[in-house]
């Protein structure tokens, strides 16, 4: 068995587990395809890591504690343009001097956050001798952060660290204020930065990344226009689907994910046509805590995978790549496994009672679909710009995607073309 970046997972040839040191056993793990048959494997071990939350409207407010907490003077608050225009940067700022803290602003970020940004910003961070990192925004802006705090305590380029458990020495502490209701990058493991050079997007697994203060104020989802408002739902539904269908999945990770999808598929479209609606966007909200949760610990599949190169390629948005992709890699995946569907259908409000497996796993993936319809996802990859001459190469960088490692269907190349070209 092998242990990575905190899931436990068997290897392929053990066949046999000594329970006698184990307290319980955990609940079946993915198939591992082996010629027609599919052999499931069982874990020994389920560890589950997540942040410190702060959940609430007005939860903000307790930014400044959450610093202070954790030995913070001098905080260097990541965040972008955007939040600053909504007027979240200042209220922030204004709670981080009321406790006395010297806060340092530093905005310069994109959306897909790049190497060379990351790397300006730690050298920002390194000159103002700041020490906790505030990140304050959506997925790029935590990301981002979190590339500076890897730079802070273990130098080098950015894109050394990519892949799982690559990050040496422990980073500075970090507190996350997500303002999207979807990436959950506020309690993961994960930070995914764009390499400028190849045009791909490269993953940072590392335990050292779970934020040690995750606070989550309703009141931000409220600024968020209404693409990126779709594109994180359509992200947190894709972490929680893979998070559950993962090879390293646990009872710990199934909960939340379960409930992620049901919150998200009875609240996303209700926060596009009623931006107001408090009780949709604190269901959102939530929902994209519990998958954030499942995911960092279960990890992913080929669905990130391969919408990770699509938009290291385009500068894609990620949760709209993912809308396009998921319903194609469910009905794929589904092949191999479609029992594991049948709870997942039943959490988006399929009937499961006495329908094959197979069918809820085709119903989940039209109910995905229509979900995107619905919040004004285009239907294929070619209105993103995608050509058909792109898919190879995307192919063949998919493979190389931390993420693959726990999609609970073995995949060659080949396989990973013909979803892209299906999703064409």
Not at 234 to 242: F, N, P, Q, S, V
Request: with cysteine; aromatic share 4%; charged share 20%.
């Amino acid at each position: 068995m092998s242990l990575t970046s905190g899931v436990m997972m068997t290897s392929g040839n053990e066949s046999s587990v000594d329970w006698s040191r184990d307290a319980y056993q955990c609940e079946l793990l993915g198939p591992q395809k082996t010629g027609t048959d599919a052999v499931r494997r069982s874990a020994r071990l389920a560890k589950f890591h997540v942040p410190e939350v702060v959940f609430g409207p007005g939860s903000l407010a307790e930014i400044g504690h959450c610093a202070l907490r954790l030995g913070g003077r001098r905080p260097f608050l990541v965040t972008d343009p955007g939040l600053i225009e909504a007027g979240w940067v200042d209220e922030a700022v204004g709670h981080l001097r009321r406790v006395g803290l010297r806060p340092v602003v530093w905005h310069d970020v994109t959306p897909n956050p790049k190497d060379h940004e990351v790397e300006a910003g730690f050298q920002q961070y390194a000159a103002s001798g700041c020490d906790v990192i505030v990140g304050l925004g959506g997925g790029s802006v935590i990301d981002a952060a979190k590339g500076v705090a890897i730079l802070s305590s273990n130098g080098g380029r950015i894109l050394d660290y990519g892949g799982v458990d690559q990050v040496g020495l422990p980073i500075p502490p970090t507190v996350m204020v997500p303002s999207t209701s979807g990436t959950g990058a506020d309690v993961s493991q994960f930070a995914v930065i764009t390499d400028t050079t190849e045009h791909i997007k490269v993953t940072i697994v590392s335990r050292t990344l779970v934020p040690e203060i995750s606070v989550i104020d309703p009141r931000l989802l409220t600024t968020m226009p209404d693409w990126l408002n779709a594109a994180t739902g359509l992200d947190a539904l894709t972490h929680a689907i893979e998070a559950f269908v993962s090879r390293a999945h646990s009872p710990l990770t199934d909960s939340h994910a379960l409930h992620a999808v049901e919150l998200i598929t009875g609240n996303l479209v209700r926060t596009q046509v009623q931006p107001k609606n408090f009780t949709a966007r604190l269901a959102m909200a939530q929902a994209s805590l519990e998958a954030g949760m499942a995911f960092t610990n279960a990890i992913l599949g080929a669905t990130h995978a391969m919408s990770h190169q699509v938009g290291g390629l385009l500068d894609a948005p990620h949760g709209v790549v993912n809308g396009v992709l998921l319903p194609h890699v469910i009905r794929f995946n589904a092949e191999a496994w479609p029992e594991r569907f049948v709870a997942l259908g039943a959490a988006a409000g399929i009937p499961t009672a006495g329908v094959p497996p197979q069918e809820v796993a085709a119903q989940l993936a039209e109910l995905v679909r229509a979900l995107a319809d619905d919040v004004g996802v285009p239907k294929g990859l070619a209105s993103l710009g995608v050509a058909e001459s792109d898919v190879p190469m995307l192919a063949r960088t998919t493979l190389k995607d931390a993420c693959m490692a726990t999609n609970p269907r073995d995949v060659d190349v080949r396989d990973i073309e013909t979803l892209f070209r299906a999703a064409l």
